[in-house]
């Protein structure tokens, strides 16, 4: 009797506990599922909605450059010197470009019924492509365009800055007032008999001169060379050395002379604009900033520029810390 109880104790008490502590088993695996199922959620659902994100910004259409941030404009007289705005890519600079100039020309427009505007020729041109995507903006027939400098080559040649003007942003725009140069070979060969009659017609068309005698453009638009040049005016030439006219000669060996307004009625505008893209013309932007600017007066002509609005991309900006 003695052995058969504790044998039959033992097995009521196995019947009794075992279920109990199987059903335990099975919760605690379930609730240890459970944990490691909610944590595994927890985890992937910010990488999920990333991804999401990631793909639904990679579906959108980039910006135009009409949509660029347009900087904000800056009133000549509250300043002393050069100031800059840097973006990213060229095309983002030369999108901020064109957004600057418009501002502008409404701001004239409403004030004055009319923007002169002044642009050089080279790769600055290349810059205000994107003018026409701000037709519903501005009224383009309100412009004024006038050149800073020019070939003395028929403005039909391919080659004329008027020609590469109207190819690239005047027609698609809807500019139709533009102030044509002169251009007749056998007038002379430094191209100082065309400044003149050029300097004419910018006085007959309209343009505001001061009591000076020179001309006051709402905005000059300018590229930047490496060895400083700006228009046509080079380095040491004829033009920089000009003081009293508003419109010079500048002529360059083996090629036509030019027409360039000279650093007076460059910087007797209201804006300056100064656009330099890519990292080739770094050297020539740290150069452009130093003040006082080099002697003799010329050795490098984009120092002569009092208050210029320099307009970069990185490439451009990248040996200049702060101006």
Avoid: W
Wanted: charged share 25%.
């Amino acid at each position: 009797l003695c052995l058969f109880v504790p044998t039959m104790s033992f097995k009521l008490r196995a019947r009794t506990y075992v279920p109990i502590i199987a059903s335990a088993a099975v919760i605690g695996l379930a609730a240890l599922y459970l944990r490691s199922k909610e944590k595994k959620l927890l985890t992937e659902a910010p990488l999920k909605q990333a991804i999401k994100k990631e793909k639904k910004e990679s579906s959108e259409p980039a910006p135009t450059p009409a949509t660029t941030p347009v900087p904000k404009p800056v009133v000549p007289e509250k300043r002393k010197g050069p100031v800059k705005t840097i973006f990213k890519t060229k095309v983002q600079g030369s999108a901020g470009l064109c957004a600057y100039v418009v501002e502008s020309a409404k701001a004239a427009i409403q004030d004055r019924e009319i923007f002169h505007l002044a642009v050089a020729g080279g790769s600055v041109l290349d810059a205000l492509v994107y003018l026409k995507n701000y037709k519903s903006e501005v009224d383009f027939s309100k412009f004024v365009l006038s050149f800073v400098d020019h070939k003395c080559i028929p403005p039909e040649h391919d080659q004329a800055t008027a020609a590469k003007c109207k190819a690239k942003f005047v027609d698609e725009s809807g500019i139709s007032l533009v102030i044509m140069p002169v251009s007749t070979p056998q007038l002379g060969t430094d191209g100082s008999v065309e400044a003149e009659y050029y300097a004419e017609e910018l006085q007959g068309a309209g343009v505001p001169h001061d009591d000076s005698g020179f001309p006051v453009f709402d905005m000059v638009i300018l590229g930047l060379e490496e060895d400083g040049s700006v228009g046509c005016i080079h380095p040491m030439g004829p033009a920089v050395a000009t003081t009293d006219k508003t419109v010079a000669g500048s002529p360059k060996e083996e090629e036509p002379s030019s027409i360039t307004l000279t650093i007076e009625s460059i910087n007797n505008a209201l804006e300056v604009v100064v656009a330099a893209f890519g990292e080739d013309k770094k050297e020539a932007v740290k150069r452009a900033l130093k003040r006082p600017a080099e002697e003799p007066r010329g050795t490098y002509p984009a120092q002569l520029l009092k208050k210029p609005i320099y307009f970069l991309d990185k490439g451009a900006a990248a040996a200049v810390s702060v101006f």
